[in-house]
């Protein structure tokens, strides 16, 4: 199976949002509502700031949110602060394996 | 405190073999799917291998099977990767990670260096 498809790159000024998509396939983002979202800022582990699709972990500000539609699953992140400038992946579950997107680096303008 | 530090990693010559550990706290371990997730540099994450809780069902990405080996002791709390025959290709940063019960890596260790180079 492929990875999913991320768009490289996001932007946007702070206070804006910002929406980057996930696209799968009907084997795995559109057939489970398990995709999950990761942030990473450089030189550090992957944190989850999404699970199933639309909830967040405890300690996740409500600025991030998740949606899916078909096979494709969003991530957006409201009122952009500098802290926010990292890597994205997301990742869906598909049978016995995970998939995960090629990230996108999110840019705070 | 809920953590996995991970130990081994390094600079190995192509064919070579490494272990990499991953020790678990703060959790029981025994109740948890545990995953191995590599970045190569500049590069997306890739799952590698996961295994069940009871130790038994081991599942790996069809670029590490046959090479790698996924196993975990319960009893000592950790997760190893036993990586054989290795590659220029599988250099990465390594991580081990758990697969909670929200179907999500909930928690991540800090990551260790694979460098395949001769």
């Known amino acids: 199976q492929s990875a999913l498809t991320q768009p490289p790159s996001a932007s946007g000024s702070p206070g804006q949002s910002v929406t980057i998509s996930c696209t799968g396939t009907?084997?795995?983002?559109?057939?489970?509502?398990?995709v999950s979202w990761y942030q990473q800022h450089p030189g550090k582990a992957p944190k989850l700031v999404i699970y199933?699709?639309?909830k967040r972990p405890s300690g996740v500000p409500d600025r991030f949110s998740g949606s899916k539609s078909g096979n494709t699953a969003s991530l957006t992140v409201s009122g952009l602060q500098a802290e926010d400038e990292a890597d994205y992946f997301c990742c869906s579950y598909a049978n016995s394996n995970n998939l995960f997107g090629g990230g996108t680096k999110l840019t705070v303008l | 405190q809920v953590q996995l530090v991970q130990s081994g990693g390094g600079v190995v010559q192509p064919g070579r073999s490494l272990r990499l550990s991953c020790a678990a706290s703060?959790?029981?371990?025994?109740?948890?799917?545990m995953h191995w997730v590599r970045q190569a540099p500049g590069k997306g994450l890739e799952w590698v291998a996961h295994v069940w809780n009871d130790g038994h069902n081991k599942f790996y990405a069809d670029s590490v099977k046959g090479r790698f080996t996924i196993f975990r002791d319960n009893s000592g709390d950790t997760l190893y990767l036993q990586m054989d025959n290795l590659r220029v290709e599988d250099t990465a940063v390594y991580y081990c990670?758990?697969?909670?019960?929200?179907?999500?890596?909930?928690?991540w260790g800090q990551g260790s260096l694979v460098t395949v180079s001769s």
């Open positions: 703060g959790f029981a371990f025994r109740h948890y799917i």
């Open positions: 990670a758990k697969w909670g019960s929200i179907w999500a890596y909930d928690i």
């Open positions: 009907s084997g795995d983002v559109g057939a489970f509502n398990y």
């Open positions: 199933e699709v639309n």
